[in-house]
């Protein structure tokens, strides 16, 4: 099978994961949307490496999921934090910047 | 040709549930919706010859990640922002447009691009193990990435933990200070505290409430959650006969 394929589903992962950034409101929906395109990148990743013939992809995979891990934990975190003080999870909520 | 069938079966599966993920409406289906596209992905990366991030995949995204994910749910709760109406006029068919020109272009941009060779495969790559191959570049070219991003764990860790620590705002009131608090407000039937559950020598259980000396029930002696969930159970029954005629003459 031509792996060029799997650069297909990563593109289309990808999109959908950019557009639940910009369509949803719920702060922990979009931060899973990140994970989603960070995700979408590592398939292309590994399957560049797969193409290439070495596991130079593959190592970058996995470092981009350990950046992705504690991206989640500091982003939760500050969720949490967020939450605390405004009673909410809404992206649209934090807004106190802009007044 | 397994591979074919794996992918053509696996892939339309992890899209659906991608776009599924941003149309259902609760969090929670959206978080499960993801840890199947993560697991998908597992699979693809096993069929790939990527044994070592495959299970990776699995243990840190589905495992730990996923895991976080709905700890937080659990922890924030569901409120209105779980709700799909849009809050900026128009946004949503401008985002829809720009992601479908976004995939044309990466769709067709994948589709013109060749490598100008045949795929090589990794069976000359991953001919000692995959997973000591990994570990052989990690530890050699890679070594000093692979010390920043220790580094980089131990500050999320860090970070994460000064951004839950909760700080008090107020001292911790004490049991004198609730004492002195229930005689300056409230009426002075609170005074003494809230009556306790359950009717006298008849029937002592949490959801019923205590009786009055006239025999109407008090629903201030039940925990909160409990009248709140409607769990609150009729004393009516365990009145004494006697209270219940003399109830009814004086009405």
Not at chain 2, 129 to 135: F, I, T
Not at chain 2, 193 to 217: E, K, Q
Request: glycine share 8%; aromatic share 8%.
């Amino acid at each position: 099978m031509n792996p060029m394929n799997y650069l297909y589903v990563s593109a289309l992962l990808f999109t959908i994961g950019a557009v639940g950034v910009v369509v949803r409101r719920n702060a922990i929906v979009v931060f899973m949307c990140i994970e989603l395109m960070l995700n979408a990148v590592n398939l292309s990743f590994v399957t560049f490496a797969r193409m290439n013939g070495n596991l130079d992809g593959q190592v970058v995979a996995f470092f981009t999921m350990v950046v992705a891990a504690c991206e989640v934990v500091v982003g939760l975190a500050i969720i949490v934090t967020i939450y605390r003080s405004h009673r909410s999870a809404s992206v649209d909520d934090a807004s106190l910047l802009r007044r | 040709m397994p591979e074919s069938v794996l992918f053509w079966i696996m892939g339309p599966l992890a899209v659906i549930a991608a776009l599924g993920m941003l149309l259902v409406k609760k969090a929670v289906h959206s978080a499960l919706l993801l840890a199947w596209v993560m697991i998908t992905l597992a699979f693809f990366y096993i069929a790939q010859g990527a044994l070592f991030l495959g299970i990776v995949q699995v243990v840190v995204y589905t495992g730990a990640v996923m895991m976080l994910f709905l700890f937080i749910l659990m922890l924030v709760g569901v409120d209105a922002s779980d709700s799909l109406t849009e809050t900026i006029r128009g946004l949503r068919p401008i985002a829809i447009t720009a992601a479908i020109g976004f995939g044309g272009l990466m769709v067709s941009l994948i589709g013109r691009a060749t490598l100008g060779r045949e795929s090589v495969g990794l069976e000359e790559a991953n001919a000692a193990g995959n997973v000591q191959g990994l570990a052989y570049l990690l530890f050699s070219t890679y070594v000093f990435p692979f010390e920043v991003v220790s580094a980089l764990l131990i500050t999320a860790a860090i970070g994460a933990m000064v951004l839950a620590h909760h700080q008090r705002e107020v001292p911790r009131s004490t049991q004198r200070d609730l004492s002195e608090q229930r005689f300056r407000s409230g009426s002075l039937a609170t005074a003494a505290g809230l009556p306790g559950p359950g009717v006298f020598a008849r029937h002592n259980a949490v959801d019923v409430p205590a009786l009055l000396p006239d025999g109407t029930p008090a629903p201030a002696s039940i925990s909160e959650t409990l009248r709140s969930r409607g769990d609150m159970r009729d004393s009516a029954q365990y009145q004494l006969d006697q209270i219940k005629t003399e109830v009814a003459e004086e009405k």
